[in-house]
């Protein structure tokens, strides 16, 4: 099982390396290597989802400054 991840975003290209992350990342690839579950769909779904949190922090610090100059 590949321990790395090379995915694209808004057109750059990020490598991701499992092996260096966490000390129990081996024991954990190594437990979803031996299940149903894409270990690459579960990281691109992370890091979509950091990807939402941070748009949704950036229009929440927009509309922040915006209140202040209303009020």
């Not at 995915?7 to 024991?27: C, F, H, N």
């Amino acid at each position: 099982m590949a321990q790395k991840l090379i995915t694209t975003i808004m057109g750059r290209k990020y490598d991701v390396s499992l092996v260096q992350a966490l000390p129990s990342v081996q024991e954990e690839c190594e437990w979803l290597n031996n299940s149903n579950i894409d270990i690459k769909d579960l990281l691109k779904a992370y890091i979509q989802k950091c990807q939402e949190c941070a748009e949704l922090e950036s229009n929440l610090e927009i509309l922040s400054g915006h209140l202040d100059e209303w009020l």
